[in-house]
């Protein structure tokens, strides 16, 4: 599939991370839309969350993750993915499948990347903190500073794009061995939304922001940490510009990248940039 065959009633690929989600997705399977595909990428849960999906789900297509780490869970999803559009959604009842469809709209009217915002107008929060949004508002400027966006939410994970700019991602190849050291792949830990909406920024794809609600985790608590993470998050940002910077070079000497392209919509519109 190529930018000018994309089709206007796309097949829809659901890639969900999973680790010991057995309680949440019980109550999250049964919400879903129709799909072309829900792959689960199970991170070696010890409950039942295997079961519990296949058994809600039959159709669903299972698949286990080769390291640890949210991003080497989606860049196991994204490899297996035979849909036109890949949806990233929470196992944990966080991400509402209702907006699904807000996000392929934006998708088919034009945008290559559906960014989820809990601060747009009709966007928001039943489980950010108020120190996650501070952190979240930093982070937001300087990656708009580094890369020429205007996101208004960084740090979402509940993101839409066309499979046929996987590539551009460039995630960890599944592939590849755990470090001997015990320590993660870079892009394998909850940095990788942060590495994927830069890698999307710096090839100037066209990014639409779409207001999202995120709803509370049903059951467990989250692994985030708002001070670690925020920090890695922070290195990956100005580690992505300088990959950025590095790749302009190479290709196009000292030639400025391409701006991205930026707009938002709202749930009865999408305005082009």
């Known amino acids: 599939m190529t930018r000018r065959s994309r089709p206007s009633r796309p097949r829809i690929s659901l890639v969900i991370p999973a680790l010991n989600e057995a309680r949440n997705l019980a109550e999250v399977l049964p919400r879903l839309p129709p799909v072309h ?6 991170g070696g849960s010890v409950d039942d969350t295997v079961a519990v999906a296949r058994r809600l789900r039959p159709d669903i297509r299972v698949r286990r993750q080769t390291r640890r780490g949210k991003g080497n869970a989606l860049a196991v999803g994204f490899a297996d993915v035979t849909g036109d559009v890949v949806v990233m959604f929470d196992a944990d009842g966080s991400a509402d499948p209702r907006e699904i469809p807000l996000f392929v709209d934006a998708l088919v009217d034009g945008a290559d990347f559906a960014k989820g915002s809990r601060f747009l107008s009709c ?22 500073l580094l890369f020429g966006t205007s996101y208004t939410d960084l740090c979402y994970g509940y993101n839409a794009f066309w499979t046929d700019i996987v590539d551009i991602l460039d995630l960890p190849d599944p592939a590849l061995p755990p470090l001997t050291n015990g320590a993660m792949r ?23 922001e779409v207001p999202s609600v995120e709803l509370a985790r049903i059951h467990g608590t989250s692994n985030l940490n708002a001070l670690t993470d925020g920090c890695r998050v922070l290195r990956t940002l100005y580690a992505e510009a300088a990959r950025a910077r590095t790749l302009t ?11 991205p392209e930026m707009g938002h919509s709202r749930p009865t519109d999408v305005v082009a940039s």
């Not at 595909?37 to 199970?42: C, G, Q, R």
């Not at 070079?249 to 701006?259: F, K, Q």
């Open 249 to 259: 070079r190479r290709v196009e000497g000292r030639t400025a990248p391409r701006l």
């Open 123 to 144: 966007g928001g929060s039943a489980d950010i903190t108020p120190t996650r949004r501070l952190g979240n508002a930093g982070l937001n400027r300087t990656a708009n």
């Open 186 to 208: 870079w892009g394998d830990g909850f940095e990788v939304e942060t590495m994927i909406n830069c890698r999307i920024a710096a090839a100037g794809l066209r990014i639409v």
């Open 37 to 42: 595909e829900a792959i689960l990428v199970d």
